[in-house]
């Protein structure tokens, strides 16, 4: 049987390049050890499948200056400021000497030996790097944007342009190093991501008959070990409270403002903030297993994953490069064997190879895939792959389950109806008394009401469960019995008021628990899903969204799916559906309306979420069902982010599409002054520069989408 390959995850630095991460994973590739590779640009990583060490993929990457680390280092990167790195270094330099050329050529004239000496070491010292990779590429017949640049800056020099030739030098050194800044721009939100949860934790651990605590790297914490949480502490892994009370800040994983109340035998997940008491928890996951592990994971995944318009735009560059080459050939040949004047139209060449440069269509789309990817998971919505955000832009209909997502998937009392002489707190209190032994959801509803009230508990004897009507106690020297009408109607007689009064509720889609005692109806109790408070809100905004249809899709019994479409004002509703027959209610709706998102728990509704264009999961933190059955999860079980990411969707969208034109245009107009002949490598590196910034930071926009 052969042996399962190695995989390996390894972080990258100075990744600032999308055509140097393609170069480099070809390199990795080309290793003999090495089955397959994959470099992810947004996440500045690389997934490699062989026996191989770090020092032959920084080798492979040598042409870049790649440094590559472990994934699972805690150092994940010792970043450099900005005026320390060496390329600006290097390109400061040359500055200094551009500057030093032209202070020369005011004083000593153009054609001096003394300028052109400056322009040359302002060429050599701003230019290494690009000509170093540039020399190497050109034997390998390889051709990127350094060795574009490379036969430009060789041929301005070989036709005497030396001032051109150093200022186009220092401006694509510039170039690099503002695209390689907004990158990592771009990248902070993995890198914010990371930080959240501590490196180390407070274990208690047991030492003879004595408890000591010790701290511990958390890649050392086993599952089972006491975790101690101070105030204003950042709790360190995911667990369950074992001792203490405290308010616990989960903006980081779930997007909540509000922080959460915690007490014993509540979960508590790692990159959360303690605010107020201490705590102890008991570990439950291991740090590579943790909810915000497993977030980091996915973020970095999607942003792997390349949307359509990226897989457009990589296609499209592949024979756009070599087109360019052509036209760049054929305008240094052509015009000078009809014309003459071959310096001229060389020159001319020459700046159509660096305008033609596709930087900045490459870049149109990553950047800012990885910038909405990143602010959504910041803001509490994971995102699972760039396809994913596309297709949510394009969105005609939603799908919304009910239970759980519309509503808020926990049973309430909505209303207590007495007869007689009965008081509402009392008749609660009895019907309470007995639903306390029982373990059924609409018990749990009365006892809630009960504790909300404040009132005291009364102490139930000789409980008796009868299968498929209700149940009885004595309670306060009676016998109550509570449960379905239909039994309360068997015990005792029902006036046409009460019957009248039942029917009312049911209607309103709420179930009524009948109270009897000493052969008296006593009371009714209706219980109900309580619609959630943000739904209305919800809905109008994706109408304002221009959402053209929405629908709701249930299990439930007709009566109470069409009271909360009623409260909703949602016309469209299919209730009694079987998880087959939502599937095929959402094939139906993508033939009808194209592009369907359905909204669900990730459990029950995971046929639907898989059928839908873009599956979007009710995911409260720590569901490990939603963050793996749908496309999309709203991380905090927060209905009020389904609008958000709808509207930073079709942002996205839209602002690639500015970023294609952008590029295409700014290129285009700076090749028709080929015509007359007024192209120069300056306006060259302008529009490639100018191209490449405007994309990079028009994509960086994206960063201050809020919810």
């Not at 994913?388 to 939603?398: D, P």
């Not at 306060?476 to 039994?487: A, E, H, L, P």
């Not at 369907?596 to 569901?623: E, K, R, S």
């Amino acid at each position: 049987m052969a042996a399962t390959p190695i995989k390996q995850e390894y972080r990258l630095q100075n990744l600032s390049c999308a055509s140097c991460a393609a170069k480099f994973e070809k390199n990795v590739k080309a290793i003999p050890e090495v089955q397959d590779a994959q470099v992810n640009f947004g996440a500045s990583k690389i997934t490699v499948i062989g026996a191989i060490s770090v020092d032959q993929i920084e080798e492979a990457g040598a042409f870049d200056g790649i440094k590559v680390t472990q994934s699972a280092a805690k150092a994940l990167e010792n970043t450099t400021p900005f005026y320390r790195k060496k390329e600006n270094v290097l390109a400061g330099i040359s500055l200094l000497f551009v500057i030093l050329g032209y202070l020369f050529v005011g004083m000593n004239g153009e054609s001096n030996s003394l300028p052109i000496a400056m322009f040359i070491i302002a060429i050599l010292v701003g230019g290494v790097g690009i000509f170093k990779i540039g020399f190497r590429n050109l034997v390998r017949f390889e051709f990127d944007m350094k060795t574009l640049m490379t036969i430009a800056i060789i041929g301005a020099a070989i036709i005497g342009e030396w001032e051109e030739a150093a200022v186009v030098v220092f401006l694509f050194a510039v170039s690099e190093a503002l695209e390689a800044y907004s990158m990592d721009k771009a990248r902070q939100s993995i890198r914010q991501l990371m930080d959240i949860a501590p490196p180390t934790a407070i274990i208690k651990r047991a030492h003879g008959e004595h408890y000591h605590e010790v701290e511990l790297p958390t890649e050392d914490i086993e599952i089972g070990d006491i975790l101690i949480v101070k105030p204003g502490q950042k709790i360190a892994m995911d667990g369950i409270v074992i001792s203490g009370l405290s308010a616990v800040n989960q903006a980081a994983i779930t997007g909540e403002s509000i922080p959460v109340n915690k007490t014993v035998n509540d979960e508590v997940f790692a990159g959360t903030l303690n605010e107020e008491g201490a705590l102890e928890v008991r570990v439950t996951k291991r740090v590579e297993d943790t909810t915000i592990a497993k977030i980091i994971h996915l973020v970095e995944e999607a942003q792997a994953e390349k949307a359509p318009s990226q897989q457009f735009v990589d296609r499209f560059a592949k024979y756009y490069t070599p087109a360019i080459m052509i036209i760049a050939f054929l305008v240094a040949v052509i015009p000078p064997l009809l014309v003459g004047d071959w310096q001229h139209w060389i020159y001319q060449g020459l700046a159509v190879l660096v305008v033609g440069c596709p930087c900045a269509l490459v870049v149109s789309t990553p950047v800012a895939i990885v910038t909405a990817i990143g602010n959504a998971a910041r803001q509490g919505v994971l995102i699972k792959g760039g396809v994913h955000l596309e297709q949510l832009g394009h969105i005609e209909a939603v799908a919304f389950d009910k239970t759980g997502t519309l509503t808020k998937g926990q049973p309430a009392v909505t209303d207590i109806v007495t007869t007689e002489n009965w008081s509402e707190d009392y008749v609660l209190q009895l019907v309470a008394a007995v639903e306390k032994q029982s373990q059924h959801p609409l018990a749990k509803a009365i006892l809630n009401r009960l504790h909300d009230k404040k009132l005291s508990e009364l102490i139930p004897t000789d409980f008796q469960s009868v299968t498929g009507k209700g149940a009885y106690a004595t309670v306060d020297n009676q016998i109550i019995y509570v449960g379905s009408m239909k039994w309360a109607t068997s015990l005792t007689s029902v006036d046409q008021n009460i019957e009248n009064q039942v029917k009312n509720l049911q209607e309103q889609g709420k179930t009524v628990v009948a109270a009897v005692s000493n052969n008296q109806l006593i009371g009714l109790i209706a219980i109900a899903d309580q619609l959630r408070h943000e739904s209305k809100d919800v809905l109008n905004k994706l109408n304002a969204l221009k959402v053209k249809h929405m629908v709701m899709l249930t299990g439930d019994a007709e009566p109470t799916a069409q009271a909360i479409a009623t409260s909703l004002k949602m016309t469209d509703v299919r209730a009694g559906l079987l998880p087959e027959e939502k599937l095929k209610a959402i094939k139906d709706l993508r033939a009808q309306f194209g592009a369907v998102a359905m909204v669900g728990d990730g459990v029950n509704d995971a046929p639907a979420l898989a059928t839908a264009n873009v599956g979007i999961a009710m995911g409260g933190a720590g569901t490990d069902a939603a963050l793996e059955t749908a496309d999309i999860a709203l991380m905090g079980d927060d209905l009020t982010k389904l609008p958000y990411t709808i509207g930073l969707s079709r942002k996205t969208l839209r602002i690639i599409k500015e970023n294609i034109i952008f590029a295409l245009v700014l290129k285009l107009i700076a090749l028709l002054l080929v015509i007359p002949g007024w192209l120069t490598l300056w306006i060259a590196i302008f529009a490639d520069m100018g191209a490449t910034l405007l994309v990079v930071f028009n994509s960086l926009r994206l960063i201050r989408a809020k919810k």
